[in-house]
């Protein structure tokens, strides 16, 4: 589960990290340049300290214009140019790649993903309508694939019936993420329509938050967005039976007392979030106090001088030849932004300004091109 393109970052951070302060609506400019106003029509059981400004609400200047334009112009920008899996993933057509499935899922429906969410964010900070129409292409038919099945229930909308379960579900999570962002940053009402057909109606138990594999318990973020704006019940109901099965219950409580175990570091990086981001809903202080002890456990026990833990695949504690794989500093910067939208410490700013500037740019500097892409 390797992020391929480490400009992702520069979306996470402006188009996430980026918040102002919401005084009854979130507005945004559109791409089209009108404003969209995204009420939410849900109030949280506790007050977050911010919601995040739609992406393209916030256009980056300066340094982060050139990273931003660097991306464009490079990797992010033509993914789909150089390998089939980004080429044709979602398109319910078989593709010719480690680890893809004769029914076109699999690891390549996990990395389009990641691309997807990442591009579409990336266009939309730029307002770069050639960018936007090529992840749209990619997006809507996922949309129109879901929206006229009679049933719904799966973003992978070529497997009428399908209920998502183990690494589907994971990768479902991806591209939740990118249809929440279709939506914020347009206001389609078919994507938030997609959104709460699946969502309303997705399988649970989801998943564990144990560091050894994948889990479907990362929907919950883009769940529990659909759920603010559309107010559709249901949803609410689904990831609050999630987050309270047994066994996930039991490992947040190990959390909050500082009893974790070493694992896959993205992974690690994907499920802490998980307690804090149902937090502002449950109202449940378990929930916050479960994500800060994963970080405090992180802090004390893996991260290195330039603000992300180490994982050499898997975590791999304090030292001077440590290293830090691509996508563990992307996952880091999500958790970090969930935490700086809930909490409003700027702590959490700092944390993600530290690892952007320094691990991610680090990065950034061994990849500069198309052709330096390594995939498996």
Known sequence: MRNNSITLLCCAVVAVGFGARSLDAQTARSPAGKIVNHARPVEPAVKTAFLPLPPGAVEPAGWLRDWALAARHGITGHLDEWHPTFADGWKGIPIKAPGANTNATGWPIEQSSYWLDGALRLGLV???ESLIKKIRARLDPVVEGVNK???GTSFIHWRQGYKPQGFDSWAHSQMGRALVA???GTGDERVLEALVKVYADYPVPMGHVSFSDVTGLCNLDPMLETYSYSGDERIFQRAMQAIAQ????RDIQAWSEGRLAPGHMVITYENIRLPAVVYPWSGNPHHL???LGAFRWLDEHHTLPYGVASGEEYASGIG???KTETCDVTAMLLAASWMYRILGDNDWGDR??????????GKRARNRSPRALRLR
């Open 149 to 151: 099945t009679p049933f």
């Open 320 to 322: 001077a030849f440590r």
């Open 246 to 249: 047994p066994d996930v219950a």
């Open 182 to 184: 279709l939506y914020e």
């Open 289 to 291: 106090q479960a994500t």
């Open 352 to 361: 993600m300004e530290r690892a952007f500037f320094n691990a991610g740019n």
């Open 126 to 128: 730029l307002h770069d």
